[in-house]
């Protein structure tokens, strides 16, 4: 059966983002349903689409395939868990959920009712991020020993007016925000982790006890490191990612826009040998929703799980949840 029929929740920015890109792939039949009518009006017209009015009837609606949920992590699990046992395929933007009780039950939802579900982990479809990857499993880098991921924006002024400074919507803070993508980076370039050890800091919005930055160390099991550091005081714009292996390293920077021109790195371990460097440049508009749009309906096509599955999404909500117990208790904490 032919997969084209998308219920889209949630008219904010990750919603037109995903809504134009799903329009760019296809004569996809959207629906847009958002608290805010005059918004949904607004983003229903910018992608041809029509307007629902509750995401309960667009949830259960017989006419839809997919729902895409796009509104604040607290009505993740609602939503997601509606539209799942009434047999649809669903694309949640990250964090899954605000804590691992209702990501878990969303990933079960899934499992239950057989159905395909894709967490929005968009920095996996950066070509720069794609391309370090199959450096890495080309083993032209050899075994990872350590990972470093700088990611930082510079914050709105009213960072603390925004949901996100809500800890009952949001779940967290900066780690929630923006660390969450990193902790799914750490997972698929290195694995599972199993321990970890942070630090959080309130330093520049009156949001606490939520924090605008956050440094974590991970551990695997193999004794590899992973060096987290994610912030919203990043006063320009901030992605760096660095992961260096027994006989190379690849780094990617940027990603596009305010964040620089994507680059994709890999340079090889050499003693005697002038020091050379392999730089792939990455220029254009952002795709990256795009391609996990594209993995999505190849996933259901295919009846396997997507990249960026939902089981991915609660993992990295497990870890980030050891981190900010780490914070708190100030000691390292086993995952």
Known sequence: MEINRVGLIGAGRQGRRLGKAIRDCGEYKITVVDVDQQAAARLAKEIRAGVGKDWRELAS????DIIVVCTPPNLHAPICIAAMES???????KPLAPNTVEAARIVQAGER????????FNLRFHPGMKQAKKWLDEGLIGTPVFVRCR????????????WRAN????GGGELMDQGVHVIDLFRWFLGEFTEVTSLTSTSCWDIAPLEDNVFA???????????????????KNLFSFELFGHEGYVIVEGLGGSYGTERAILGKRTTLEPFTEKIIEFRGEDRSWHEEWKELIAAINEKRDPMGAGVDGLEAIKIAH???ESAEKKRVVNI
């Open 113 to 120: 009712h057989k159905v395909r579900l894709q967490c929005g």
């Open 217 to 235: 160390l991970l551990r695997t099991e193999k004794g590899q490191i992973a060096s987290l550091h994610a912030s919203w005081t990043q006063w």
């Open 151 to 162: 990611y930082g924006i510079c914050g709105s002024p009213d960072y603390d007016k925004d």
């Open 87 to 93: 047999g649809k395929h669903v694309l949640c933007e």
């Open 61 to 64: 609606a017989a006419d839809i």
């Open 322 to 324: 050891a981190v900010y």
């Open 167 to 170: 800890a009952s919507i949001s």
